[in-house]
């Protein structure tokens, strides 16, 4: 049965937005804000197996901060982003990209995110098929404190085809996001008590260098129920995720990872060797390069393409990272873009800004 | 080796109860009581991703009259039910129906849950190879408040064949739990706090008609992995679910699913579609039709079977509906029982009374 | 790239330690403290199962004299376990034994871990490739009181091939761990308070007798999301657990499951028979006898094979344990080794203490 018509039949169900339905400017507030737990926490733990000490430990955490240790920044990410799936991307072919993302305030187990958007980019394209939908969305918690923004665009099916008189209107986005503007969720750290032992690797800030690449070494393979429990963990119900039943007929033939969990898969990966890049303080850009399912194993590296201060502070700097994703593709030869053209393993490429002590 | 002499060599092992040990009016007092945690209600969200906003936000339960979010009512159903297995159903056949149950009391993060059951019938069966136990079974918190009662009915082995004397004695079961019965487990709701736009959908009691059906839209494929972390998560340690090595010689070749788990996976499909049916009050009858097998793809449908207010209350009121579940198969068309004969693609009908807005 | 060059190139990452890394005396502090919380409970709930009321309700726990319900023992060892993989066992070929292990004080949700290990024995092997080194291995709260220690030997890789000139020191392993230092995780517990209904079994210390042997009855076939979750959850990044594209070309062509998996699961397969063994005091002995892979079927038994009662306390006795865990092999007949030669089915063996109340 078409889209339209069950529309028609039952103005109850959610058959998400298409293309024609969005208008530069227009707010969208999304359903299900979320108290995030210990128990989500340890759900992500599992997941994904993370090390960092600082959201590992509370006592890590009190010792250079924090009040305790504060939640994955990945795992706010995937709570907002959850949120905007059922208004934004229902109807989507594709999830093309992030855009100066910035986590603005700590958030700690037991705050309520709830999440919005608002449309600042629409392009038909010359298929007259689908179109390009930029939206900034953001999460808010409780007490009314923005954690994070982010933008991103999303390629979604028109309700009809053919060519529309839509003016195009594509946002600029800020190749990166600026220095003074990183480090609001990172309260100021306690200069000798941060434990290099603990914490997992004496590299500090002055121990990178712009132009370094590191191989991260080990692989994850991926399973069906893991990654539909990520997914289902940050209620996003996109059903690309879920639903082999319809998928075995679909263009993989297979149920599509939901990009976030091979971000979260190469943040965990990435310990080994960044393992005081203790917090994501912004992303400049990301892009899921190509698909993962399961039965692939995820690999991955990155490359030191920045270093900047904080102005004002002192106990942290911040690494510019460039980390690449791979399927069923070790990294030691550091797989790349050969010019315009994708390297066929890379799945992910992510640049960001994360801070580490100096 | 056969039950009967493993029960001889070892008395602490649980060979479980036979139709034979049942006796009208039998208390049965269940082991483990279980403290339900947000680390259990984050375990049920990745299993399940239920997006309801009530359980899912503290913010939003508060707003509305919560202390807190309550915990999912099917996870509450799904603890106690847990905790009469090893005495009701171990050597159970099947598990053929839910009725009369009804949800007396929130349950919030922190309480603990203790389970007993009470044996109100016995029938045997003309082939004197097993019988139909009825129990009424409850769940109680540590302040000894009631939560949950409900009755269900097994078809149990006997331990020995043939005939017995047993007079058949079956229960009347109440085709419907009356409707001045519902709501003790939902609190006065703040009439104009309730944000339909945070809850997903704007459709309140005023907005379904008896008569209405709903196609929830999606599909989940269940995964073994997902399946078992679901039974175990409950305690439930019914083998059936488990042992594929003693099952690829048993009826169906596979390991069977909970039931519950495709009770809870046609919860969270109806949130599209029924999003403010927030709070489930009480289960008028319930049956797996078919089972469920990992593999397969779980569709659901919903039609309003009646509406009612509640005495002395008009905050929320009471939509009867029935839930269909399938296995792939579907909604669009609403496939059901012709007749007396079932579907065959169905595997759940559920009758059950949910609270919604007024 | 084989592991010198990687290592040259990038020293961030971290290679492991190699057999010709570790000294005698010396002392590694682990990275990655842990705050076990009741997400960490849920999770290892919903991996294994277990129904041991003590740290299954808070409400059981209080009403025998704990303050609330402690975190499962081995749940404990695991999560002190993964913290030594990294410098201790990345590059083993083996986990070969435990001994000596003690849980010296309970640990309740909240309780921040951390793990350090000594170097007390190497063996360098004949053909000059690896040798044994043994760790004894601590965890302590943020309160700095010792919670658990335990020795373990594990065959790890040289980083050169030949023989050198190591003597070899191995320490001398005590066969039990004395009865005198058992308890001290194990408060007081009231006489009259321990409920023999919910705890699920009526059998006692007095019930049990030396030689007696249990078949746990239930077997539990393991799937590869549920093993990586738990490895995952334990923060143990062992790449054996992981990475199918390696290991697919390796000495199994699968992915090994973490031998602390199979630990939990006969553990929790252990309530039926052992329900009020309510708390592991102390491991004597442990081996991993054969690996276990996703898909096979985990049953296991028990002997009681000590009997000891503590000083100066009359309120829990001491069983000492063997369990025996197996693959695809019910445990009716009691399956064990044939002199010295292990029988084919087994895969762990267990020689603990477990506390009981008399």
């Given amino acids: 049965m078409n889209e339209n018509s069950r529309k028609k ?19 969208l507030r999304h359903a299900s804000p979320r108290t995030i737990t210990v128990g989500d926490v340890a759900v992500h733990t599992a997941l994904y197996g993370s090390r960092f000490a600082l ?16 939640v994955d920044d990945w795992l706010v990410f995937h709570v907002v982003f959850g949120k905007t799936v059922p208004d934004v991307s229902l109807n989507a072919i594709a999830n093309l990209g992030y855009a100066d993302c910035r986590f603005l305030a700590p958030v700690y187990p037991g705050d309520t995110i709830a999440a919005a958007s608002e449309v ?3 392009r038909e394209n010359a298929s007259g098929e689908s179109g390009l939908v930029f939206v900034r969305s953001s999460g808010t918690n409780d007490k009314g404190v923005l954690v994070l923004e982010y933008v991103r665009w999303v390629m979604v099916r028109k309700r009809e085809n053919g060519r529309t008189e839509t003016p195009p209107h594509v946002p600029r986005m800020p190749p990166a996001v600026e220095t003074h ?63 082999q039943w319809v998928e075995a007929q679909g263009r993989f033939g297979r149920r599509l990872i939901y990009g976030g969990h091979v971000i979260s898969t ?25 698909p993962l399912f399961a039965g692939q194993t995820v690999f991955a590296w990155s490359e030191v393409i920045g270093k900047a201060t904080l102005p004002g502070r002192n106990d942290v700097g911040a690494l510019r990272l460039r980390t690449v994703g791979t399927r069923d593709y070790p990294c030691d030869a550091f797989p790349d873009k050969a010019g315009d053209e994708d390297h066929p393993a890379v799945i992910l490429e992510l640049d960001y800004w994360a801070l580490i002590p100096r």
């Fill in 9 to 27: 039949t039952n103005l109850k169900t959610n058959a998400g937005n298409f293309f024609e339905d969005f208008r530069i400017g227009q707010h």
């Fill in 266 to 290: 190469a943040r965990a990966l990435s310990f080994n060797g960044l393992a005081n890049a203790f917090h994501i303080a912004a992303v400049n850009g990301g892009r899921h390069v190509a």
């Fill in 120 to 122: 600042i980019g629409l």
């Fill in 55 to 70: 959201q590992s430990s509370d006592a890590f955490a009190r010792s250079i901060g924090y009040p305790c240790a504060p």
């Fill in 181 to 243: 503007l990183l480090g609001d969720a990172c309260p100021p750290i306690a200069a000798g008590a941060y434990d290099f032992v603990l914490s997992g690797s004496a590299a500090r800030f002055d121990d990178y260098a712009v132009g370094e690449k590191i191989d991260h070494v080990d692989g994850v393979t991926v399973e069906e129920a893991e990654h539909q429990l990520a997914a289902r963990l940050y209620q996003n119900p996109a059903r690309i995720h879920f639903n």
